[in-house]
């Protein structure tokens, strides 16, 4: 958990930031984290979906301990899409697994496509949810993080760390 004044891959300015690679950087406890989400949807599931880059370690970790399959999606022209080949069969019942949700941006994406590809979002199992009042629309399946952190947030315009002209630092992988 770092403290300072960061962009997050929402675009959102925080003063916290999760960089949950220095965790992922150790299979051991990256298997044990994917065990845990398999284990809240044990038998739910059929395939694991993750958008890329962040969640492809966890939502793999959690595939593995399933004995599933797992694709994930990638930014093509801004839009998430599976590529590779990859391809969800009609009604198979896919989980969504992300790293951290902020916004929920992404992981409703990823549930849309799911959708549009005729499989069965049945929910999103994350790492970490960032608990914040600007995610108020659905995310088209329901949530479960293992852990939750009630840290503020805000939009560019509204951040009081730049309204004091605190450099700022992107360590997100989204830009990339």
């Not at 399959?69 to 069969?89: C, P, Q, T």
């Not at 009609?90 to 799911?114: K, N, W």
């Amino acid at each position: 958990m770092l403290k300072g004044h960061f962009r997050l891959s929402s675009g959102r300015h925080s003063d916290y930031f999760v960089q949950k690679f220095r965790v992922f950087e150790h299979p051991r406890l990256t298997q044990s984290l994917g065990e845990e989400i398999a284990r809240r949807w044990e038998g739910k599931f059929d395939v694991v979906a993750s958008p890329a880059v962040g969640a492809i370690v966890l939502g793999f970790a959690t595939a593995l301990a399933a004995g599933v399959r797992m694709v994930f999606a990638e930014r093509d022209e801004g839009e998430l899409a599976f590529r590779r080949g990859f391809v969800l069969g009609p009604h198979e019942r896919t989980l969504i697994v992300e790293d951290v949700i902020t916004t929920g941006g992404s992981a409703a994406e990823v549930v849309q496509l799911v959708k549009s590809s005729g499989a069965t979002p049945i929910g999103i199992g994350a790492l970490l949810d960032r608990v914040d009042p600007v995610r108020s629309k659905d995310l088209g399946a329901p949530l479960e993080a293992l852990v939750a952190l009630d840290v503020a947030s805000w939009e560019q315009a509204d951040c009081p760390l730049c309204a004091k002209g605190e450099p700022i630092d992107d360590p997100g992988s989204r830009r990339l």
